[in-house]
């Protein structure tokens, strides 16, 4: 009886050191994160720079709730730019420059996250053209997505899931795209003859149960075309789910209405991936947008590129990754940035992007861990990058490390 009680108390003195050593880890990460806001903890400044822009655009309140007239309204002109964010003629110079090269275009929404400090913004190094864009290397489409295209508009590279490129459209032109060769200089949605030769390969192809809606960016297709895609999809009986990629509820989450969420929610089961890659891209709007999709039964998930200069630090990663759990979207992938033609000046070490997968497992809820995805070049598919936590293996013991770094060994003996 006695002992027993000495036992309690002993595995409650064991149990709260533990706790506090845990405590430390997690606070450590805190004081880190302290001084990384999203533009929900920003958004007076957010909302004043609204006010401004639409000032100086000549809009209205319900003009910036109005998709069209986000889209009609991208800033796309260097010297109106350079207005709004007080550039130095150079600066107005070199985007004109590298925009001959790769086209650029910013949603007002979009603009309104910049920070005043706009050199070292990640809104604006994301949207507006760099010098760096010109330097050589990388190729058009390393992906030989042109080579594995058994049909208009579709890239099929895995067996049971293939993606249908519906169009070249953007709200804002990431100055990452992998898909920069498609961008061209005028938006473009892909003909509703190609479109149809596309969903005619899905309906021959009973293997397909999967299908990606992609682009450019899939939700600036109008209302009707979509729901005629959707709906077409949905009388091919071997469909059993569709993806839509898109940027909106980042770059545009005014498109994310009532109207577009009644048609998504009649389709079921849709999954969203979008795409935040800092969390100053999570607003008040972006929020809005994801609860309205959750509501239609949108399952929504994030797939992060890794940017050099961006988001290529573990606790900035981890900050986004926790910060999109609150908005209930799960990460899904981390992807390293493809060797597109100027793009390298983004593309971080291999080592590093392991190195972050490593700072969040078991650190932080595994939710919030995205699996980190380096595609093969030639369309050869993703590959999953993973710390090694196999440490050694022979015959049937494995020695195995732990989330903080400690060697186990463990027998296989089935
Ligand atoms: C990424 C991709 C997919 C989807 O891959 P998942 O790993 O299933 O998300 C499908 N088709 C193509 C061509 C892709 O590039």
Redesign the pocket.
Known sequence: MRESATNTDNARTISLQRAEELKRDAERYLLNAANIYTSIDNHLAVEQRKESILDLLNGSEEDWQDWKWQMRNRIKDAALLGRILGLSQTEVKQINRVGRFYRWAISPYYLSLMEANYHTSPIYRQAVPDILELIPGGTPDP?Q?ER?SPAARI????PD???INVTNQCAMFCRHCQRRRNIGEYDVHAATGEINEALEYIAANHEIR?V?ITGGDALLLSDAKLEWILSTLKRIPHVEIV?LGTRTPVTLPQRITPELCNILQAYPPIYLNTQFNHPLEISNESKLACDRLVSAGVILGNQSVLLRGINDDAVIIRKLNQELLKIRVRP??LFQVKEVSGTGHWRCRLEKGMQFMEEMRGHTSGLAVPTYII?APR?K??IPLMPGYIIAHEKKDYFLRTWEGEVIQITDDL
């Open positions: 992906m997505e594995t890239t099929r590279r895995y899931r293939l993606i999967d990606l993806r899904y992938y595609n369309g598919g993703k």
